[in-house]
């Protein structure tokens, strides 16, 4: 009776458990649950992480699925709404998830606001703006572009940690070399498989993993703060390597000739999510002080002065967000939320390009 | 611990009512009760480990309090009256030091403008909760009503992790017999059911609806500066932490019922649909129920309660009350919410006693139309009385819930949209009212619609299916809730603060 009693049990759980699952997918199924980006196979041809090509996605965040939006991914495997013409001239845009733009309408991103306004002498807007990326990607993609375009302008978005995490192993990604700071190497991409495939299809899957971000320190630390004293500030890694520099030397001087182009047609925007925290709020900047400058900070900061020695261009965003804040009270990301930049944020940093852009007299 | 949280549903719990079962089967009743006294101490101590020794010596201390003034062997010596004042004292003192000691000194400070340095006291978890609870153990041990006195089912009865943060307020004469019944220390599959539908059910009014309320309600209550709030803005965020304390408070309340009838104990229900009352008098029959008895049973009463004439009930319950909102909280806020709360009870009464010499009341009340007419306006009467209530209770000084009160009825400067979500989160809170004021409650749906539906299934194999299946459903959206909790960032219970 027992044995009995304990398969009666097991079949109602299994069943409750399993129907209720199904209808949870049938749910997110029918609402915007994030869907249609996932990495695409390695591929010979294009060796870097890329998307599956010619999809298109819903994005949307949060457990309520906020800031829904549909758009297209490129037979490249990158988010624009138009195919990438090998063999073309083009204003090749680099960055992360900030550029690659989820969370904006395509038409209200950086490159199709800069495409827009741009004039005719502008080539062509390629975005391969691919969240995770770091500086290694954009060196090392360089050469695969050039293969395949004729670069006329180079953008290249630099956000805080964007050095350092160009030492993180991640399939499909350039990191730095760890024997030569002046080279970048490749990771694999991974080969996934039919199942792994199909189980990141399901719409429970994708609410988890991409909507409610689900990891494990978050589901198992609830500690909250003491709630007698001030909050404990994180500070980043501070210790920096004496090869740091040397990496950022090469590097302005390497990006240019990966891509073919020469410094003066390089951009460097750099963005800071910190320093934007902190014109939002002014205590967050008192609390960023406390900590001593961090490794990524050292590093990027002689990164952008080894730029401007060799005549790459740099463009600081936190200037024009502040000085657009302070005007208007409007502000330039989805913050708190989500950091990334909303539209207006894009067209900023759109006219500050823009401006950089001119044809000159003597071009 | 949180009990929304991944170490609690995913580690904690399952070891704790696996771990009971296991032990009471092999071990014995006895150490499975200490097992679950064990238990309860690491949840209690999970956050601020320096607090559980205070928590063992009050339980120690209140069990001998009590086990003397049931013998009554003293008497010769000392009064039993005396040991139990003494007894009182002491935890009241404690209470004070802990609760109160920053706020005397902040009032005397602004009073006499004496400089005096606040003490460096953090509040300890729940000491107003076992506090209380202790107190009625005492009060009932002198009068002879206490029948269960296993020191063990004392301290897991002041201890139980399901009740010990934010309660409910328990009675010893409700749990300590249910310790000492040999029924609850094996699984049964009814109990477990119900219990997850009910962890279920608190998860997502905490979760999806109280945690979604905060930030409407924090938008306006944590304005530094209210002098330029909008009317707009004023209305939205009282309303929206009228839904958040209410889904907040019921949620966990919800799920305490539902962690405890996995180990087969119930617990009593502390809200019934309060939004729905349609008087003051009734509203606290539905809000907070365990602490709306205990200060009935153990406040009002000895005070005299409607025993000395109706000049001195009005006193008594506006005194009971004026110290219910000090219980709250060490604020003047917490006590100008208790004074309305008692005010409103002092007019509710005299409205009744009035009412009855109106020429015609009774006759209209007949029609069917004006009494429905008349109840819907007692409803939403009585619920615009208890949200002016609500903005003392959250405000972070009466002044500013003055400017939020005063935006709300006439001096805001604009109706301008108080967010960016604007309409949509208008829409959320119109729906929550929807929720409050127009669903069955979770009793009435677990405990008896759903109850009622397993009960109905005739055959018995069925019927174990059917509640297996239906705990599969709760263990799905618990994951689920647990999940979405993790991806929210972590929120406390507003009775944590209690």
Not at chain 1, 239 to 256: C, F, G, I, M, Q
Not at chain 2, 228 to 235: E, I, K, M
């Amino acid at each position: 009776m027992k044995t009995h009693f304990a398969a009666r049990v097991t079949l109602g759980f299994a069943a409750g458990f399993a129907l209720s699952t199904l209808l949870l997918e049938a749910a997110l199924w029918l609402l915007p649950t994030y869907n249609g980006v996932y990495a695409a196979d390695p591929d010979a041809d294009w060796p870097v992480h890329h998307l599956v090509p010619n999809a298109s996605y819903t994005y949307s965040t949060g457990w309520n699925f906020r800031n829904v939006r549909r758009g297209e991914i490129n037979n490249m495997g990158y988010v624009a709404p138009f195919d990438y013409a090998p063999g073309s001239e083009a204003t090749v845009i680099f960055g992360d998830s900030y550029i690659e733009g989820l969370m904006n309408r395509y038409e209200d991103t950086l490159p199709a606001q800069l495409a827009t306004s741009g004039g005719a002498d502008l080539a062509p807007l390629l975005n391969f703006g691919i969240s995770g990326s770091a500086l290694p990607d954009y060196l090392g993609l360089g050469t695969l572009i050039r293969d395949r375009f004729r670069p006329t302008w180079i953008i290249v978005f630099i956000g805080d940690g964007d050095f350092v995490e160009g030492f993180d192993v991640r399939p499909g990604h350039f990191r730095w070399s760890p024997d030569d700071v002046a080279s970048v190497e490749l990771m694999p991409e991974q080969l996934r498989s039919k199942l792994v495939k199909v189980v990141r299809r399901s719409a429970v899957v994708r609410y988890l993993r991409a909507n409610l971000r689900l990891n494990m320190h978050s589901l198992f630390d609830s500690r909250p703060g003491t709630g007698d004293g001030p909050e404990m500030t994180f500070c980043p890694e501070t210790h920096s390597e004496r090869t740091d520099v040397e990496r950022a030397k090469s590097y302005v001087a390497e990006l240019p000739l990966a891509l073919g182009v020469p410094a003066g047609r390089v951009i460097f925007l750099r963005d800071s999510e910190t320093q934007r925290q902190a014109i939002y709020a002014p205590e967050a900047k008192r609390e960023s002080a406390a900590c001593p400058p961090s490794r990524d900070d050292e590093a990027l900061e002689s990164l952008l002065r080894e730029a401007q020695s060799v005549g790459i261009k740099v463009v600081d965003t936190v200037p024009l967000f502040r000085k657009h804040y302070e005007a208007t009270g409007e502000r330039v990301d989805y913050s708190p939320t989500d950091w990334h930049w909303n539209a207006t944020g894009h067209r900023l940093a759109a006219d500050a390009l823009r401006d950089l852009m001119q044809p000159s007299p003597a071009r | 611990m949180l009990f929304t949280s991944g170490e609690f549903l995913f580690l904690y719990l399952p070891i704790v009512v696996a771990g009971f079962f296991a032990i009471a089967k092999t071990m014995g009743r006895a150490i499975a009760a200490g097992w679950l006294v064990l238990a309860s101490i690491v949840f209690y101590g999970f956050w601020r480990p320096e607090y559980i020794a205070l928590l063992l010596v009050s339980i120690a201390v209140n069990y001998v309090f009590g086990y003397f003034l049931q013998r009554g062997s003293f008497d010769r010596y000392i009064s039993r009256r005396a040991v139990l004042g003494f007894a009182i004292a002491i935890n009241l003192i404690v209470l004070s030091y802990y609760k109160y000691a920053n706020f005397l000194l902040g009032t005397l400070d602004s009073v006499f403008a004496a400089d005096l340095p606040a003490l460096d006291i953090v509040l300890p978890i729940g000491i107003s909760f076992f506090t209380f609870t202790q107190i009625a153990y005492l009060v009932d041990s002198y009068a002879g009503k206490v029948q269960e006195r296993n020191p063990i089912h004392y301290a897991l009865f002041v201890s139980y992790f399901p009740h010990l943060i934010s309660g409910p307020v328990l009675h010893h004469a409700d749990m300590m017999p249910q310790f000492a019944r040999a029924e609850i220390y094996a699984p049964r599959l009814f109990n477990m059911s119900i219990g997850a539908a009910f962890l279920a059910l608190g998860l997502i009014k905490k979760v999806l609806l109280a945690d979604s309320a905060a930030p409407l309600a924090n938008e306006l209550f944590d304005t530094q500066d209210p002098s330029g709030l909008s009317t707009t803005l004023a209305w939205h965020g009282t309303l929206a932490y009228t839904l958040q304390i209410y889904f907040d408070f019921s949620g966990y309340s919800d799920m305490a019922v539902g962690l405890s009838l996995l180990i087969g104990v119930r617990l009593p229900y502390n809200f019934n649909s309060p939004y729905q009352a349609r008087n003051i008098i009734d509203f606290w029959r539905r809000w907070h129920m365990t602490l709306s008895r205990f200060l009935r049973d153990y406040l009002y009463v000895p005070l005299g309660g409607n025993r000395l004439g109706v000049g001195r009930r009005y006193i008594n319950l506006a005194v009971t009350m004026l110290l219910g909102g000090l219980w709250h909280g060490a604020a003047w806020t917490f006590v100008v919410w208790g004074g309305l709360h008692g005010l409103y009870l002092v007019v509710n009464h005299g409205w009744r006693h009035a009412a009855e010499h109106v020429p015609g009341y009774r006759v209209a009340m007949e029609n069917p139309i004006l009494r429905r007419l008349g109840a819907v306006a007692a409803t939403l009467l009585t619920l615009a009385a208890v949200i002016v209530a609500w903005t003392f209770f959250r405000a972070e000084s009466v002044t500013h819930a003055m400017r939020v009160l005063a935006a709300m009825f006439g001096s805001g400067s604009s109706f301008a949209s108080p967010t960016d979500a604007g309409l949509s989160s208008w829409a959320w809170i119109a729906a929550g009212f929807a929720l409050a004021l127009f669903s069955r409650n979770s009793q009435e749906l677990i405990d008896g619609a759903f109850s009622r539906k397993l009960a109905a299934v005739a055959n018995r194999d069925l019927r174990d299916v059917a509640m297996a299946a239906s705990l599969g459903t709760s263990v799905v959206i618990i994951v689920l809730m647990a999940f979405v909790a993790a991806s929210r960032g972590v929120t406390e219970f507003i009775y944590f603060n209690f």
